[in-house]
């Protein structure tokens, strides 16, 4: 009888000890991709993450709104952006994109912040240093998706 209850804790070990040997539940990141595998899934991120607004047809009451929504957007493409491994020879550039996403996304939360303060205000959504180094980037590693803002 014995023999029978521990059989349960041996095969549990076992499973952990396989897991742990094959890697799984680990922090590393993948391996790195190559430059044209980057740009294709740094675009497709990018084409569904980043929205086209007709600014012209926006009310200033749905400004801090949008803005914040904007913000979230870009938020999220420096995450995914983030859990691609570039090549080598690409990530201090790959770096500059996705700090641009993130630091955009930190803009546009102050800038939301701001217009909400002072609802009669419509001001004109800077281009911040952070998106325009980030597009100007990506369009030189021929990242075109990512680098329209």
């Given at each position: 009888?014995?023999?029978?209850?521990?059989?349960?804790?041996?095969?549990?070990?076992?499973?952990?000890?396989?897991?742990?040997a094959s890697g799984c539940g680990g922090t590393s990141k993948?391996?790195?991709?190559?430059?044209?595998?980057?740009?294709?899934?740094?675009?497709?991120?990018?084409?569904?993450?980043?929205?086209?607004?007709?600014w012209e047809h926006v009310a200033p009451g749905d400004l801090?709104?949008?803005?914040?929504?904007?913000?979230?957007?870009?938020e999220q493409a420096a995450s995914e952006l983030n859990a691609?491994?570039?090549?080598?020879?690409?990530?201090?550039?790959?770096?500059?994109?996705?700090?641009?996403?993130?630091?955009?996304?930190?803009?546009?939360?102050?800038?939301?912040?701001?217009?909400?303060?002072?609802?009669?205000?419509?001001?004109?959504?800077?281009?911040?240093?952070?998106?325009?180094?980030?597009?100007?980037?990506?369009?030189?590693?021929?990242?075109?998706?990512?680098?329209?803002?």
């Open positions: 009888m014995a023999q029978t209850k521990s059989r349960p804790a041996i095969i549990s070990l076992m499973t952990v000890v396989a897991l742990v993948s391996k790195p991709l190559s430059r044209a595998e980057l740009t294709a899934k740094a675009d497709a991120i990018c084409r569904r993450v980043i929205p086209a607004v007709n801090p709104r949008l803005v914040n929504r904007l913000a979230a957007l870009e691609l491994t570039p090549p080598s020879s690409m990530a201090d550039e790959w770096r500059l994109i996705v700090d641009g996403f993130r630091l955009t996304g930190t803009e546009f939360r102050r800038i939301a912040s701001d217009v909400k303060a002072n609802l009669g205000a419509y001001p004109k959504l800077p281009l911040s240093n952070a998106q325009h180094e980030r597009a100007l980037q990506a369009n030189i590693d021929g990242i075109k998706d990512c680098a329209k803002y």
